[in-house]
Every structure is written in structure tokens, then in C-alpha cells.
């Protein structure tokens, strides 16, 4: 059989009719190196202007990573094991038998946890004999990083299931794209008041940055910022609770209108 430019051509035409159709994967395609380019701009420029910090950079650049990763991997938990089950075309069944929505949404929190913990600790660890960090050296102003980077996690992992839920698994990806989208602004690398004066208001406006503010302040300073601590609390609680809220009317306009029953592969 001769090679075929037309036969070519028709399994590309099935791939452009599924990126016409879905909007997901096309902000997808331009998203990642754009991501990118904005993040490692500021990183350079923010060590280029303070010279000072590179001595230092490894053990704070560790930790954050670290710290990151729990973010996430905690919107990962959430957002993976819901659509697993949409995947395994079980979310009907699911919703048939006596589970109420709210324990669903704490099932996800809980295996949202438990995966966090398995993805981060084993890295954790390997830290200290490759690089000679001791993440845990932040002592018990970790568990309050870790209990608001989770909480957010989970926040932004509710959203995503819910969009899912909506438009379908065409906008699977969203997952990954929503958890990037906020990396230049959370100030992982470098403190807020390297961003743009216009970005610093929307930087301040997630409960991320102040726990990167806050472990720069306990890795520098050696001070635990109580305001930062509050800032992210308050933060938190108002996005769990518009996030969870939300999910949940997703779930029942779903659940009345029969569309568990057309979600799968």
C-alpha cells in the first residue's frame, strides 16, 4: 500500500474537529509556555537585582519546591480522584446508593491528603543526603504551610471537579493549567514585592503567598509572621467555602437533569 497524504490528512481532520470543539485544549496549547517564559522572568530578574540571596538560594529554593508540590499534589487529589471516577463511568452509580455529595467532597479531601503525603515525603527526605536542606528544620511553622497549602489545594481541586462536571472531560486538563496559572503570582521563588506594582493586589489575594512570605520570614529571619498566618487563614476559609458550596450545586443540577449518567472516557 502507497504512503497517503489524503488518509493523513483525515486523522489529522479528526484531531482539529476535537480542538475546534474544545476550548480547554486549545488555551492549553498556548498556556504552558507562557507560564513558563512569565516565571523564569521574574526569577531572573529577582536574583539578577539581589545578588545577595544566591548564597542562600539552595536551601530556600528546596523548600519552596517542596512546599509548592503540596499545593500541587492537593489539588491533584482532588481533582484526579473525582475524574477517575468519571473515567470509570461510576459517578452514577455513586450517586444511586445512600452517599451524600458532602461525604463524597470529604472522601476527596481525604485522598487528597493521603496522596499528598506519599508524593512528598519520600522527596522530603532524599533532600538532606543530596543537597544537605532539612525541610523540616522549619519546624512547627511547617505543619501551618502545609495545613494552608492543602486547604487551597483542595479549594482549587473542587473547583476544577466542579468545571469538569459541567463542560466535561474535555476540560480535564484544566487541573494542571489552573494550579500553574498561579505560580508567577504565589511568589515561590522570590518575595511579592518583586512583581509588577499592578500584580502585587491579585499576588496578595492567595492564600499561597503569604505562606512563601511566611517561609522566607522563618528561613531569613528566623520570625514566624502571625499576620501572614491570619491573612492565609482568612483567605482560605472564604475560597473552601465558595468552592465547596459550588461544587455542590454542580453535583444537584447534575443530578436532576441526568447528566451523571453521559459522563465517562
Known amino acids: 500500500m502507497t504512503f497517503s497524504w489524503r488518509r493523513v490528512w483525515a486523522v489529522m481532520l479528526r484531531h482539529l474537529y476535537v480542538l475546534r470543539s474544545s476550548w480547554p485544549r486549545l488555551l492549553e496549547l498556548a498556556y504552558w509556555p507562557v507560564v513558563q517564559m512569565v516565571l523564569w522572568g521574574f526569577i531572573t530578574t ?8 544566591v548564597a542562600q538560594a539552595t536551601g530556600v529554593l528546596i523548600s519552596a519546591v517542596l512546599l509548592w508540590d503540596v499545593l500541587f499534589r492537593a ?3 482532588v481533582s484526579l480522584t473525582f475524574m477517575e471516577e468519571m473515567w470509570a463511568r461510576n459517578l452514577a452509580q455513586l450517586f444511586v446508593s445512600p452517599l451524600r455529595p458532602s461525604e463524597m ?9 493521603l496522596r499528598t503525603i506519599i508524593s512528598i515525603l519520600p522527596a522530603s527526605l532524599l533532600a538532606l543526603p543530596l543537597f544537605d536542606v532539612w525541610v523540616f528544620a522549619l519546624g512547627p511553622p511547617l505543619l501551618a504551610f502545609f495545613a494552608h497549602l492543602m486547604v487551597m489545594g483542595w479549594a482549587i481541586g473542587l473547583m476544577v471537579s466542579a468545571l469538569v462536571l459541567r463542560f466535561g472531560l474535555g476540560a480535564e486538563s484544566l487541573a494542571w493549567v489552573a494550579i500553574f496559572a498561579i505560580a508567577p503570582l504565589s511568589g515561590i521563588y522570590y518575595p511579592v514585592a518583586s512583581l509588577p506594582q499592578w500584580l502585587q493586589p491579585y499576588a496578595w489575594a492567595l492564600p499561597s503567598t503569604y505562606v512563601f512570605e511566611g517561609m522566607r520570614a522563618v528561613l531569613f529571619d528566623q520570625v514566624f509572621r502571625w499576620d501572614l498566618f491570619w491573612g492565609a487563614t482568612g483567605l482560605n ?6 468552592t465547596g458550596a459550588g461544587f ?6 447534575a443530578r436532576r437533569r441526568g447528566l451523571l449518567l453521559h459522563q465517562g472516557e
Request: proline share 0%; net charge neutral; no cysteine.
Open 248 to 253: 455542590l450545586y454542580i453535583v444537584h443540577v
Open 105 to 113: 467532597v470529604a472522601a476527596l479531601a481525604a485522598m487528597s491528603l
Open 75 to 77: 489539588n491533584l487529589g
Open 237 to 242: 476559609l472564604v475560597y473552601l467555602a465558595a
Open 46 to 53: 529577582f536574583f539578577v537585582q539581589h545578588s545577595s540571596w
